[in-house]
């Protein structure tokens, strides 16, 4: 570390602690009607991306979350074909769902084009299936698309939204999940982002709370590595419309996968569904 270093932190006021890059520059920014999205080159990271000020994607470590959050539910499924991704705007859990060949449509809707247009700009990489034409890539406010979403049409719901606040914090009650529900197939799954273990412990509660009163019958929280979060570690939490054993998956196709992964594979999918004690005692499924 050299004085002349710059460096990027990012303070997480509910944990106590924080995060830096060492960075190269600012590349760019955007103050959209909803948020303000930054964008550094870093030494060792790649791009980064921020919210609000907040870590959202880095070149280096995106696919740990793009990977769990999309094949995991997927694998779970017994024949995905219809997918709907709210929020996303970096694209890389499109380009994950996209991968599996028996997905049919995969919608992706985010509040915030300027997210989108940033990220075909600084992460190409994530965006390298915009143009699938099993893609659709809109932008409007997810509260709303579930709302007007048509009644058992979709076999997975993706939430991969920024925190419970501003723009996303009607993402995360149980108005949105009744509408989630009403949207799903008999079979269908919901998975959110449900943040760190360590930290958020209670968000989980809470989600699984709503998710429930809204009518979601099982759920599992799957831990994974996410060095840029806050506590580097984080969760999706899958909710199932019906009554299903949320700890079994399509292991054999998951072991048969053609498509390339950093992260997932069977055996992390079967790692992250043992849980470790803690949450075993907080998250009794
Ligand atoms: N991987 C990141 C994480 O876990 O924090 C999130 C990726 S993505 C950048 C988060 C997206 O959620 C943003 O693009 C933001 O615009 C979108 N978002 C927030 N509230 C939303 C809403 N109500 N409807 C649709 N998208 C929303």
Same mark, same amino acid.
């Given at each position: 570390?050299?004085?002349?270093?710059?460096?990027?932190?990012?303070?997480? @006021?509910?944990?106590? @602690?924080?995060?830096?890059?060492?960075?190269? +520059?600012?590349?760019?920014?955007?103050?959209?009607?909803?948020?303000?999205?930054?964008?550094?080159?870093?030494?060792?990271?790649?791009?980064?991306?921020?919210?609000?000020?907040?870590?959202?994607?880095?070149?280096?470590?995106?696919?740990?979350?793009?990977?769990?959050?999309?094949?995991?539910?997927?694998?779970?499924?017994?024949?995905?074909?219809?997918?709907?991704?709210?929020?996303?705007?970096?694209?890389?859990?499109?380009?994950?769902?996209?991968?599996?060949?028996?997905?049919?449509?995969?919608?992706?809707?985010?509040?915030?084009?300027?997210?989108? =247009?940033?990220?075909?700009?600084?992460?190409?990489?994530?965006?390298?299936?915009?143009?699938?034409? +099993?893609?659709?890539?809109?932008?409007?406010?997810?509260?709303?698309?579930?709302?007007?979403?048509?009644?058992? @049409?979709?076999?997975?719901?993706?939430?991969?939204?920024?925190?419970?606040?501003?723009? &996303?914090?009607?993402?995360?009650?149980?108005?949105?999940? $009744?509408?989630?529900?009403? &949207?799903?197939?008999?079979?269908?799954?919901?998975?959110?982002?449900?943040? @760190? !273990?360590?930290?958020?412990?209670?968000?989980?509660?809470?989600?699984?709370? &709503?998710?429930?009163?809204?009518?979601?019958?099982?759920? =599992?929280?799957?831990?994974?590595?996410? !060095?840029?979060?806050?506590?580097?570690?984080?969760?999706?939490?899958? &909710?199932? $419309?019906?009554?299903?054993?949320?700890? /079994?998956? +399509?292991?054999?196709?998951?072991?048969? /996968?053609?498509?390339?992964?950093?992260?997932?594979?069977?055996?992390?999918?079967?790692?992250?569904?043992?849980? !470790?004690?803690?949450?075993?005692?907080?998250? !009794?499924?």
């Amino acid at each position: 570390m050299t004085p002349s270093d710059t460096w990027f932190y990012e303070n997480f @006021s509910y944990t106590g @602690s924080a995060i830096g890059f060492r960075i190269t +520059r600012k590349l760019d920014e955007v103050q959209s009607p909803f948020q303000k999205i930054e964008m550094y080159e870093s030494t060792d990271w790649g791009n980064i991306m921020t919210i609000d000020g907040a870590m959202m994607v880095t070149t280096r470590d995106n696919f740990f979350y793009h990977e769990m959050m999309a094949h995991a539910p997927l694998f779970t499924h017994a024949n995905p074909k219809n997918v709907v991704i709210i929020g996303g705007g970096d694209c890389g859990t499109l380009r994950e769902v996209l991968k599996h060949k028996g997905v049919e449509t995969a919608v992706q809707c985010d509040i915030d084009e300027q997210v989108t =247009r940033m990220a075909e700009k600084y992460f190409p990489e994530l965006c390298e299936s915009n143009n699938d034409p +099993r893609a659709t890539v809109m932008f409007d406010d997810g509260i709303a698309y579930m709302e007007n979403a048509e009644p058992e @049409s979709i076999d997975l719901i993706i939430v991969d939204s920024t925190d419970p606040v501003g723009p &996303a914090e009607g993402l995360f009650n149980e108005a949105f999940y $009744k509408n989630c529900l009403k &949207a799903l197939r008999p079979d269908g799954l919901l998975v959110q982002q449900s943040e @760190s !273990p360590l930290a958020l412990m209670h968000l989980i509660h809470d989600m699984r709370k &709503a998710m429930s009163d809204a009518g979601f019958k099982n759920f =599992r929280t799957l831990p994974f590595p996410q !060095p840029c979060y806050p506590t580097g570690w984080w969760s999706g939490t899958i &909710a199932s $419309k019906s009554a299903c054993d949320l700890t /079994k998956f +399509r292991e054999g196709d998951a072991s048969a /996968k053609t498509f390339a992964t950093k992260y997932y594979n069977v055996g992390i999918h079967q790692g992250a569904l043992m849980m !470790p004690e803690f949450m075993k005692t907080e998250l !009794p499924d």
